[in-house]
């Protein structure tokens, strides 16, 4: 049975097929149209799936929707009467989408995918946390979902055990720890739905100064998890801003101007609910520990991105073990939708765990072999060296202790945020240069942000405060403290950004101010090229850790096709590309030519 799951028309629209209860393939539409975020029906992202599934539309037996739109509209309704006459602007901003297309949710899915069989609809949390339970490695789990809002719900809590999943509790919107932190990203001048990892990447520069005055006035933290925002300080619910004057004035000023300099208040702000966020997320954990009786907790929700937060779960919640969804925004939702309508709607049994997760290190998306890259970069005017597999693993170690800078473009490509070691651009972890060149010369992107390392998974603990599986790049933990330099008293005295260019340890490009990194822990079993890189990178220079970033420039999706794995190369300060069995060096290619956007190749008839 083919099962087709959809999230769309919010944002991080994607579409993941689901064969028989296995996950077959599963992509991001922001890949395939190469619009950041994309929330539009996912045709390239459909098209990908169906082909990696070796069907066509007509094979498919059900269509899942993430969420119930009726619901959602509900909640819109509701919200607008109770704030009339205010938010008329964003009422009628909305209204038009909702009127020709939202509503309508079935017709609109069977017209853009060509398909007239049954459409299910799960509602938006129910899909968050069977994307967190049934992939997971657990035979039974409390799940907790936390993200801005669904259609009413905002965090929920349950259970999962074999094929059944029972969500026992939730708060409701307008109350939202995933709202919170998004208004602190538009406060301090980052994007929502986007800039929350720069917040998050921000937060070690500052000082929690602000954390009291935010648990006074901002949310009402309670002992058992449950809170409420003062709601006279936002204006998600009537406008189209986050914030308002009176948070403003709490806060001394106006938000940051969107590109300005980042000031110490913006550190000290996104410090402060950065804390705050950990805080609640430790009281929630605490009691779904308690009403559950769990040992394993499974976390969705876009909050559930917040990777410092999940590594102090990690280390100071009451779980024995956690396991976070790799795509756990409404992207995740597709594949939560189709899992969650063949254990949930047609009741079929889950295989019980082997210990290890079900999701294919999240390398669910479209493979490209050698024969169309070599088409795709001779099209280019490429100039190109063919490597073997036994020598690939040795050139790519060799050009990383050189200290080039790497794209890397291997095997199926990832689902989710993350760059997990298929598109992905790598360096030397050892270099004190690196961080710096990474982010102004090859990313294009705020110099403060932090590069997470990828470590062999049997040498994890001789480097970072951190023993268990981390492959998704979703836990945060501490160098060890033999691998650290000590500062000095000057150094410790330097504030804010000032911070950035003290060497921290013998992997400098990879540790954040405050000792810390996001972790990628790397097995040979689902890596196979990818690991045995980084292992030939240990033979020639003793450190099995390097820099793995995604294969973009700032503004664009992760690429997803050779033609704009090479145009990253030459538009950037990159120094080489792997893709496949081929080499292109960059020294080596002619001028660019014919450089204009690239549209998808992916498309539905």
């Known amino acids: 049975m083919n099962i087709l799951g959809i999230s769309a028309y919010y944002h991080d629209s994607a579409a993941c097929l689901v064969r028989d209860g296995e996950i077959v393939a599963a992509a991001q539409e922001e890949r395939f149209s190469r619009k950041k975020h994309d929330a539009s029906f996912p045709a390239g992202a459909t098209a990908a799936c169906l082909a990696q599934g070796g069907i066509d539309v007509d094979a498919l037996d059900l269509v899942v929707f993430y969420d119930k739109p009726l619901l959602k509209f509900e909640r819109l309704l509701d919200t607008y009467a109770t704030m009339a006459p205010r938010g008329l602007g964003s009422f009628l901003k909305a209204m038009p989408q909702w009127l020709r297309k939202k509503l309508w949710m079935t017709e609109t899915i069977q017209k853009d ?33 936390v993200d801005g809002v669904g259609e009413w719900a905002t965090t929920s809590y349950g259970v999962g055990r074999g094929r059944s999943l029972e969500l026992l509790g939730e708060i409701r919107f307008p109350h939202s720890l995933g709202l919170l932190y998004s208004a602190f990203t538009y406060f301090t001048g980052f994007k929502v739905n986007s800039g929350e990892y720069k917040l998050m990447g921000l937060a070690p520069y500052g000082e929690p100064r602000y954390v009291d005055l935010i648990k006074k006035e901002l949310i009402d933290l309670r002992p058992d998890g449950s809170y409420r925002l003062n709601l006279k300080y936002f204006d998600y619910m009537a406008g189209l801003r986050m914030t308002n004057r009176a948070f403003a004035d709490l806060f001394g000023g106006p938000p940051r101007a969107p590109e300005s300099e980042v000031t110490q208040r913006e550190m000290d702000l996104a410090r402060s609910i950065q804390v705050v966020t950990e805080e609640a997320m ?70 019980p765990s082997t210990g290890r997760d079900r999701m294919r290190a999240a390398l669910l998306g479209p493979t490209v072999g050698n024969d169309e890259i070599a088409t795709a970069l001779a099209a280019e005017g490429a100039v190109i060296e063919r490597i073997s597999d036994e020598e690939l693993p040795r050139v790519a170690a060799r050009l990383l202790a050189d200290e080039k800078v790497l794209g890397w473009f291997q095997g199926a490509m990832e689902f989710g945020p993350r760059a997990l070691g298929a598109r992905s651009i790598l360096a030397d972890a050892r270099s004190p240069r690196m961080q710096s060149a990474l982010n102004l010369k090859i990313k294009h992107r705020e110099s403060f942000r932090p590069f997470a390392p990828a470590v062999l998974r049997e040498s994890l603990s001789e480097w970072f405060e951190l023993d268990c599986d981390s492959p998704y790049m979703l836990l945060v933990a501490g160098i060890v403290e033999r691998r650290r330099v000590a500062m000095t008293e000057a150094e410790r005295a330097l504030g804010g950004i000032a911070k950035l260019n003290i060497p921290r340890s013998d992997i400098p490009a990879v540790t954040h101010v405050d000792y810390s990194a996001r972790i990628q822990s790397v097995r040979r ?81």
């Open 113 to 145: 995918l060509g398909y007239d069989g049954k459409v299910l609809f799960g509602e938006h949390h129910e899909s968050h946390a069977a994307s967190a339970f049934y992939p997971s490695p657990y035979d039974e789990a409390a799940v907790l979902c």
């Open 282 to 351: 430790l009281l929630l954990a605490r009691q779904v520990h308690q009403v559950t009786g769990m040992k394993n907790l499974c976390l969705a929700g876009g909050v559930a991105l917040n990777c410092v937060a999940n590594g102090r779960l990690l280390r100071e919640g009451p779980f024995e073990s956690i396991w976070i969804q790799p795509a756990a925004g409404d992207a995740g939702g597709a594949l939560g939708a189709a899992l969650g309508a063949w254990h949930g709607y047609l009741g079929k049994e889950r295989s």
């Open 525 to 605: 079993e689902d890596h196979p090229r990818y690991y045995d890189t980084i292992a030939a990178f240990r033979d020639l220079t003793g450190c099995p850790v390097i820099v793995n970033t995604s294969f973009n420039v700032r503004g664009e999706p992760i690429v997803c096709r050779p033609a704009e794995a090479y145009r990253c190369l030459m538009r950037t300060g990159m120094d080489a590309l792997l893709i496949g069995n081929f080499l292109v060096r960059k020294e080596q290619q002619p001028a660019l030519k014919n450089d204009t956007d690239w549209k998808s190749e992916y498309a539905l008839d």
